[in-house]
C-alpha cells in the first residue's frame, strides 16, 4: 500500500514536468516557418499511414511482435534472460527472469520499426549509394513513427500491466515525455529551426516555473 502511495505521489510530482516539456514540444514546432523536402516525406509517411490504419486494415500482429520484441530486448540489454516468447494476432507475452521499469515500458518509448528502418537504410549505405532515395527514407520514418504513435496510444486507453511496475500515473508521465522528446530529436535532424537542446532547456524553465507557481499557490501568505 505504501508504495502504491508513494508511486501516486511521485506520478502527480511529474505531472508539471511533463507539462513542461509539452510546452516547449509546441514552442519547437511553431518555430517551423517553411516545409521542405525532407519534411513533406515525413508528412506524406504519415498521412500513408493513417489512411492505411483507417481504410484498409489495423496491423495488429505487428505491433504485438514489435512490443513484445522490445520487451525482450529491453530485458536482454539489462542482462536478464528471455525464457519464453508468445505472440498473437491481438495479444502476446514475454516470460523474463528480470522486469524493471525499462524492460516494462521500453514498447511504449522505442519506436522498434523506426529504428530497423533507420538500421536497414544504414546497412544499404554500406553497399551501394543510398542518397538518391533519401525522400524514401523520410517516408518510411513518417509512416513508422505514426505506426509507434498511433498503436502506443491505442494500448494504453486498455490497463496495461506493464503500467503497474512503476505504477499508472508514473509511467504515463515518462511515455509522454520520452515521446515527445524522442520526435524532436528526430525533427532536429532534419529540421534546421528545431534543436534540441533549447528543447531541452525551454522544458527544465517551464517544469521550473510551473513547480513556483504551485508553490506560491500554497505557501504564500
Known amino acids: 500500500m505504501l508504495t502504491k502511495i508513494f508511486r501516486f505521489l511521485l506520478g502527480v510530482l511529474l505531472v508539471p514536468l511533463t507539462i513542461g516539456y509539452a510546452i516547449a514540444f509546441y514552442e519547437q514546432l511553431m518555430l517551423i516557418h517553411q516545409i521542405r523536402t525532407p519534411e513533406l516525406f515525413v508528412l506524406l509517411g504519415i498521412t500513408a499511414y493513417l489512411a492505411f490504419h483507417v481504410l484498409v486494415v489495423v496491423p495488429s500482429k505487428a505491433y504485438v511482435f514489435g512490443h513484445e520484441m ?15 516468447f508468445k505472440v498473437g494476432s491481438k495479444s502476446g507475452s ?16 522505442i519506436p522498434i520499426y523506426s529504428i530497423l528502418w533507420a538500421l536497414f537504410y544504414g546497412a544499404a549505405g554500406l553497399f551501394t549509394d543510398v542518397r538518391p532515395f533519401i525522400q524514401w527514407f523520410f517516408f518510411g520514418l513518417g509512416v513508422t513513427l505514426t505506426f509507434h504513435l498511433v498503436f502506443t496510444v491505442t494500448a494504453l486507453k486498455e490497463k496495461q500491466t506493464d503500467l503497474e511496475v512503476l505504477g499508472p500515473l ?52
Open 70 to 84: 522490445m520487451h525482450a530486448t529491453a530485458t536482454w540489454v539489462s542482462g536478464g534472460q528471455v525464457k519464453g
Open 94 to 109: 514475454v516470460k523474463t527472469n528480470k522486469v524493471t521499469g525499462f524492460t516494462a515500458l521500453a514498447p511504449y518509448l
Open 170 to 221: 508514473v509511467s504515463l508521465n515518462i511515455i509522454t515525455w520520452g515521446n515527445i522528446t524522442f520526435v524532436i530529436g528526430v525533427m532536429s535532424l532534419m529540421i534546421a529551426e528545431v534543436q534540441f537542446w533549447p528543447y531541452l532547456a525551454g522544458g527544465f524553465q517551464h517544469t521550473r516555473e510551473i513547480y513556483l507557481q504551485i508553490y506560491h499557490q500554497l505557501f504564500s501568505m
